[in-house]
């Protein structure tokens, strides 16, 4: 019994079986540390063994099964200037670092970044997206970031990690010269850049960013809304149909000062009809006992009908670039000839980044598409 006890004290196995999807770094517990020379090591696929002897980092074990004896401990029988005859049990830290990859995690900016459009000038964007990393250098990523921390986990470096993309963003994004309206259509390139220029510095944790992806980058809304008016005026095609379009705006909206003062135009035009039309009538009648009766008025003006109301443009996002803009007159014919589906994306003036066509009022030219055949 007292056999069995004193065996218990070393550590005749070691591995970790990892059941959680964020722990990077677990730090074998024993009491005391002791491991018995001889002892299995087990490192699974996707996990390396980094060894700390005294405070110092030691040995690295990749994916595999070892004897923890001398020759497969080289820096450690350094340190400990072992011989090939050691056999007594040593003190020593196991770390298990997590080599795969960790996806998903949120990057964005906080505060707009200012850069330079060659078309509105100096303008102000956001932009946000996601990112997956993976150690690459366990004993480096080990001894600058994770310490003596016992168990370390993704949440932990995410924030670091986040703010060296925004910064490496910021600056790719003030020198690329794209012009905001193509941002959308050269998103991956952008991703591709940014990533180039964020390596190196991750790199120094020992770490990597395998996928780096920018999901959206939009302006400010007060600059869509200028946008959207500006859109709107090239739809008009000039001048007079662009009053003519926001007088049609302003009787659809009462509330806005347009339809106020369109309505007052139309009231004060519909009183002097009225009156006129009232004066004749009373001319007419005094005729037979006094002068002549005059000629009667002249008809008012009826004003001219108000415009049809503008079209909704859409564009349309393919294999990386834009296409467009179509109304949905068009959009309709692509639907039926199969040109669009259901899951193409698409963004029309003030909508709020890409959305899928189910997802947008074109969802309606679909009810009459048949879904594609079975098998397909």
Known sequence: M???????????????????RDTMVWRFERRGQAIKYGAKLTVREGQAAVFV????????????????????????????HWDHGFSSPFKSEVYFVNTTRF???KWGTKNPIMCRDPEFGPV?????????MRVS??????????GTDGEFTADEVSNQIRNIIVQEFSQTIAKSGIPVLDMAANTRDLGRIVTTAINPTVAEYGLT???????????????????DKRTSIGIAGDLNKYMQFNAAEGIANPASGAGAMMGAGMAAGMGAGMAAGMGAAMAQQAGPW??????????????????????TLWHVAENGATNGPFDEATLASMATSGQISRASMVWTAGQDGWKMATDTALKRLFDSVPPPPPGK
């Open 2 to 20: 007292v056999f069995d006890f004193l065996k218990g004290e070393f550590i005749d196995v070691i591995s970790f079986l990892d059941d959680t």
């Open 53 to 80: 002897h005294e405070g110092q980092l030691a040995d690295v074990f990749g994916p595999g099964l070892y004897m923890l004896e001398t020759n497969n401990l080289p820096i450690m029988t350094t340190l400990q």
């Open 103 to 105: 996806n998903d995690h």
């Open 124 to 132: 102000r964007i956001r932009a946000f997206g996601t990112y997956s």
């Open 137 to 146: 250098d366990p004993a480096l990523f080990l001894r600058e970031i994770v």
């Open 209 to 227: 960013l395998p996928e780096f992806y920018i999901e959206n980058i939009s302006l400010p809304e007060e600059v869509e809304k200028v946008l």
């Open 290 to 311: 006094g002068a002549p009766p005059a000629a009667p008025a002249a008809a008012a003006t009826p004003p001219p009908p108000p415009p049809p109301p503008a079209t």
